[in-house]
């Protein structure tokens, strides 16, 4: 999963298209790294669209990981489930999805290493910059990314913000993926996702 760059969060702030249009476009351009996060919707409807996600997924043979909702992850047969620092502790979590993925959001050095030592498959590292998509605490900047690569040995994806002329400079700091929701589902998804994904191939970062 972590050798393609990018990691698209879903996201309806600025975007009416159904959630499986909204993927399938970024799915044409080359981007094959999938969350779900949805705040909004009740469990069942979580559900409901998470499988239809997965059965999208799987025919470009791309990772979904689900945001926050191990019991939903496991019963689409996702990848794996990414978990904040208030969800599901991570051991809980590990016996539930056995060998699947699971990525934990850090925002602190000693999470980042706590994360890892849990077992965890990657981390979420952020924000990198000012985001209005969840209030993460203030930005880290991207020198940071350089110093948690150098303490965590599991790939680290970063997020916060980040916008097509940031990607490359996060990247070469290296970071292994970068996460991205606003950038691309606010204004034309198809242009901007191509745009990513083009900026990514040339900065592989790691």
């Known amino acids: 999963m972590y050798q393609y760059g990018i990691c ?20 044409d351009a080359g981007i094959t790294f999938i969350q779900y996060r949805e705040k909004q919707r009740t469990r069942r409807e979580i559900y ?19 945001n926050d909702h191990a019991d939903i992850a496991l019963a689409v047969e996702a990848d794996g489930v990414h978990l904040g620092q208030d969800d599901l502790p991570l051991p809980e979590a590990r016996k539930i999805m056995g060998r699947r993925i699971i990525g934990i959001s850090t ?21 990198i910059f000012h985001t209005s998509t969840k209030d993460a605490g203030a930005p880290k ?32 700091a290296g970071a292994d993926a970068v996460a991205v929701a606003t950038a691309i589902c606010n204004g034309n998804i198809t242009r901007n996702a191509k745009r990513f994904f083009d900026i990514i191939q040339k900065n592989p970062g790691g």
């Not at 969060?9 to 249009?21: A, G, H, V």
């Not at 409901?48 to 689900?66: F, G, H, P």
């Open 8 to 27: 698209f969060i879903t996201d309806r702030t600025y975007s009416r298209l159904p959630i499986c249009d909204m993927v399938k476009i970024v799915l």
């Open 48 to 66: 409901d669209e998470a499988e239809l996600l997965r059965d999208l997924t799987r025919s470009y043979n791309a990772v979904l990981i689900i």
């Open 107 to 127: 925002h602190s050095i000693e999470q980042a290493q706590s994360a890892e030592a849990g077992g965890a498959d990657y981390i979420g590292f952020g924000p």
């Open 141 to 172: 900047g991207v020198d940071i990314l350089t110093i948690i690569k150098q303490n965590c040995s599991i790939p680290v994806v970063a997020i916060g913000g980040i916008s097509i002329d940031t990607a490359a400079a996060v990247m070469n």
